[in-house]
């Protein structure tokens, strides 16, 4: 099969938001072998991309991501059994490259987030979306299961009874009843998406990307941490982030009546 070209788009703002595109709008930005290879190139460029400070990602055609590519993906694996655990690895690796990135993650929705772009969803910090967007697991309509992230986030974000209601009816949310689930931390109708972005992104990309790091990656551990353990991450945590340059400069800049200028260290 021929390859294609830009099936995954890179673009980085001046304000140092970069947006991944998702780049298979005729089939609905189905993932493919090479988008998910793509996908985590582009993950491990912004991710070491000292001028990037929030990362979006997004679909082509009005539409997120549609889950895997039947024919090139999941067709194959229903006959190999190490196809497809091949392929489950190959997805787990490139979603918690995104979960556990040092910049914040906002996965933004237009049309449908199902199956693989639902997993791709819920790996990101933060979800935005229209308000008539189409977003759920789905796997279980075509009896299959979702192998990178949906038993081990979804109840993190809303609990074990609506990850089982999600999950066991493959049931669409829209944009708007993701924001009421807990799924989506805002939505908009489509024509005002790009303002959302913009809003939703300014508080994060002036703060210390030092500061970013750590606190995100306390909270990511946290959830799987006992209260003892918990202690003992936050005041070290605590200890690393007030002896950083970021925070002498934070504490000068008020001092000095100014704004500060992070340096991410």
Known sequence: MEPEKDVIQYEVADNG??????????????VSPQLLRDLEVAVDKAAEDDSVLAVVFRGRGHTFCAGADLGQLVGPVLHETSTSLQLAIDSARTYDKIYNMKKPTIACVEGYAVAGGFELFISCDFGIAADDAKIGDFHIRRALFGG?????RLPRYIGM???KELMLTGKL???KECVEWGLCNASAPS???????????APLIDKSPF???MTKMAVNRGMDADTNSLITLETMTCNVVHHSADAKEGVAAFLEKRQPVWTGK
């Open 211 to 213: 500061c970013m790091w």
């Open 191 to 201: 024509d005002q998406l790009e303002q959302l972005i913009q809003d939703f992104c």
């Open 17 to 30: 938001i970069c947006t991944i595109w998702l780049n298979r709008p005729h089939v609905k930005n189905c």
């Open 148 to 152: 990178a992230g949906p038993i081990y």
């Open 161 to 163: 009874r609506k990850s």
């Open 173 to 175: 949310l829209s944009g």
